[in-house]
C-alpha cells in the first residue's frame, strides 16, 4: 500500500471492519509478522491492522527518513490510507516509542496506547551500537540470531518464532539498521516533547535487563492517564514471551475505552 509520506508498506487485516480498531506497530529488526502469535489470540470484537514499517520487511527501504518523526508520519499517513480516524495503537519495544510520538503529533488519531516493554528515552549510544555500525551487506543471519540471544527469555518461544525474527533482521539493508537505530536514539523523548493525554496500558516484564522498573515507573509518570502493569519472571520481550496475556490485557483495555463516557 502506498503512502502520502512516498514509502508503500504491506500489512495485515484481521477482525471484521466495524470492530473496535488497533494498530500493531513492531520493534526495531522486526516486522508485522512479530505478531503472528498474537493476532489469532484477539477477539472478533477487535479489527486489527499490522504494517511494516519503512526498512522492514516488505515495506520500501530507502537509504534514508528513519527519524522518529518521519516513522510516526508513515504510521498516520497508513491510517489514512486504510481508513481508521483513530485507533488504540499497541507498540511493542521500540514500536511502542513510535506509538508515542503519533500520540504527541496526531493526538486526535490516538484513542489509546498499549506500550509493550517500550522505552520513555531511548537518547545516548547504546552499547551493542558500534557492532550495528560495523555491519555490511547482505546481514548475516547468524549476527542477527547472536543479536536477539542479548535478550534473555523465560518462558518457551517456539523455533518457527525465533526463526522468523531472526530473518526478519537478516532481511534489512546494513543503512537500514543504522540509520533506524541513529533516529531512535537521538530523537526527543516524545513525553519530554508535549504530555501524551491518551489513556495507557504500559506492560513491562519485571526481568527486563533494558528497562528497568524505574525507568517504567518515569514513564507512568510523565503519562498522567496511564496504567502499569508488571509481568513477573519475564523480559523485555514480552511480546514473544507472554502472546496470550498480552491478548488479554489488550482486549480488556480496548473494552474498558468503548465503556468509558463520552
Do not use: N
Amino acid at each position: 500500500m502506498g503512502l502520502a509520506t512516498g514509502v508503500s508498506v504491506p500489512y495485515v487485516s484481521v477482525g471484521p471492519s466495524s470492530a473496535a480498531p488497533v494498530v500493531l506497530l513492531h520493534a526495531w529488526g522486526e516486522s508485522w509478522h512479530s505478531f503472528d502469535r498474537l493476532l489469532p489470540r484477539l477477539p472478533r470484537t477487535i479489527h486489527a491492522v499490522a504494517m511494516d514499517l519503512r526498512g522492514h520487511g516488505d515495506a520500501d527501504k530507502p537509504a534514508a527518513g528513519y527519524s522518529l518523526v518521519d516513522v510516526a508520519a508513515d504510521v498516520a499517513a497508513f491510517m489514512d490510507a486504510v481508513g481508521i480516524c483513530s485507533a488504540v495503537l499497541v507498540g511493542s519495544s521500540s514500536g511502542g516509542y513510535v506509538a508515542q510520538q503519533v500520540a504527541i503529533t496526531s493526538p486526535h488519531r490516538v484513542t489509546g496506547l498499549v506500550l509493550v516493554g517500550s522505552p520513555a528515552s531511548l537518547q545516548g549510544r547504546p552499547s551493542f551500537a558500534d557492532e550495528v555500525d560495523r555491519l555490511t551487506d547482505p546481514v548475516d543471519a547468524a549476527w542477527v540470531r547472536k543479536f536477539l540471544a542479548w535478550f534473555p527469555v523465560f518462558h518457551p518461544v517456539p523455533r518457527w518464532y525465533l526463526d522468523g525474527r531472526v530473518r526478519d533482521g537478516a532481511r534489512m539493508p546494513a543503512c537500514v539498521w543504522r540509520e533506524t537505530l541513529s533516529g531512535l536514539i537521538t530523537a526527543r523523548p516524545p513525553t519530554e516533547a508535549a504530555t501524551i493525554t491518551a489513556p495507557t496500558l504500559i506492560l513491562w516484564g519485571a526481568r527486563d535487563e533494558l528497562l528497568t522498573r524505574e525507568h517504567q515507573e518515569s514513564l507512568a509518570a510523565a503519562i498522567p492517564a496511564s496504567r502499569l502493569v508488571v509481568y513477573e519472571d519475564t523480559g523485555h520481550l514480552v511480546l514473544w514471551e507472554q502472546p496470550e496475556r498480552v491478548a488479554s490485557d489488550l482486549t480488556a483495555f480496548v473494552e474498558s475505552l468503548r465503556q468509558r463516557p463520552t
